[in-house]
């Protein structure tokens, strides 16, 4: 059984860098096919794609965001770590990281964090 | 970058009713399309993959159709449950876009 789980913290000031880590379990991130995105949703908004890293250390970024934000895998831990440097108010939201289904022939997200809600304010 | 746009925004039915949402992309993207459902308060669920695959454990009266700039989501009968906000999603461009979301409520 997959699960993954998002941490980090809850409230960071403007300018800051967040970092969120996903630990999760039910596979490795070692294995062919395998990925671990990113995603957020800010409060009564839309979802918002963030980034992916895949089991070779490939990563994809939102072409938006992607000066901002860094993915990273530490396969030993079975974690991935997001940062999202300069942050602001606009993102507050709820981060999700979720399994790339290993099987897929395009990035599908099968499996998803709770997900833990970041709020940006002085 | 490819955007998404899903219609209705938002629609109301009654249980047992026929749905459908659709989906469009601002250029084709094959079958490089995910569906989701979110419920409030909670983190969202694969209902479709690859435009028409119906994920495991997803009831039958969920089908996704479509293929190129077009797609569509359909209940074959709402029921209570089938409440909350759903997503489309293409996966063929550099960015993996959301739609804004659609969402349904039970009348």
């Known amino acids: 059984q997959i699960t993954l789980k998002e941490s980090g913290p809850t409230l960071v000031k403007p300018t800051q860098t967040l970092t969120l880590t996903c630990t999760f379990s039910g596979f490795s991130l070692i294995t062919d096919g395998e990925g671990v995105a990113w995603i957020r949703q800010p409060p009564g908004k839309a979802l918002e794609w963030l980034a992916i890293?895949?089991?070779?250390?490939?990563?994809r970024y939102s072409p938006s965001l992607q000066s901002r934000l860094t993915i990273t895998k530490d396969t030993s831990k079975n974690q991935v770590v997001l940062t999202v440097t300069t942050m602001d108010p606009v993102d507050t939201a709820t981060y999700y990281c979720?399994?790339?289904?290993?099987?897929?022939?395009?990035?599908?997200?099968?499996?998803w964090g709770q997900g833990t809600m970041v709020i940006v304010s002085s | 970058d490819i955007q998404m746009t899903q219609s209705p925004s938002s629609l109301s039915a009654s249980v047992g009713a026929r749905v459908t949402i659709t989906c469009r992309a601002t250029q084709g993207i094959n079958s490089y399309l995910n569906w989701y459902q979110q419920k409030p308060g909670k983190a969202p669920k694969l209902l479709i993959y690859t435009a028409s695959n119906l994920q495991s454990g997803v009831p039958s009266r969920f089908s996704g159709s479509g293929s190129g700039t077009d797609f569509i989501l359909t209940i074959s009968s709402l029921q209570p449950e089938d409440f909350g906000t759903y997503y489309c999603q293409q996966t063929y461009g550099l960015s993996r876009t959301f739609g804004q979301g659609t969402r349904v409520e039970i009348k």
């Open positions: 979720a399994h790339r289904g290993r099987w897929q022939a395009h990035d599908v997200f099968d499996v």
């Open positions: 890293v895949y089991w070779d250390d490939d990563k």
